[in-house]
């Protein structure tokens, strides 16, 4: 069976900095790519940036320049630096792989962003 584990979150002050950390386990095929959502109370999920298998990278622009999308080089792993963290990034994080036209998810870690 398939699982995402998120970890990482936490409440950190404006300005702060956190990584978010995605371990898959199981068997999965055909992985196009690795990324990140999140999802706001009262708002819809929304993309934030994702890695390609290739290594080719994506930034919502709403995070661009702050956050940084990467993967390990030999394992299924994806992470999330974020740096000069506003409050409007306050969310559940969730961990997303697309992988033959299916999408995988993981439970989500809570990232608040408070003073």
């Known amino acids: 069976q398939v699982q995402l584990v998120e970890s990482g979150g936490g409440l950190v002050q404006p300005g702060g900095s956190l990584r978010l950390s995605c371990a898959a386990s199981?068997?999965?095929?055909?992985?196009?790519?690795m990324g990140w959502y999140r999802q706001a109370p009262g708002k819809e999920r929304e993309f934030v940036a994702s890695i390609t298998d290739g290594g080719v990278t994506i930034h919502a622009d709403s995070v661009k320049g702050r956050f940084t999308v990467t993967r390990d080089n030999a394992k299924i792993r994806a992470y999330l630096e974020m740096n000069s963290l506003e409050s409007e990034d306050t969310a559940v994080y969730y961990c997303?792989?697309?992988?033959?036209?299916?999408?995988?998810w993981g439970q989500g870690t809570q990232v608040t962003v408070s003073s």
């Open positions: 997303n792989i697309r992988a033959n036209f299916h999408d995988y």
């Open positions: 199981g068997t999965i095929f055909r992985i196009t790519a």
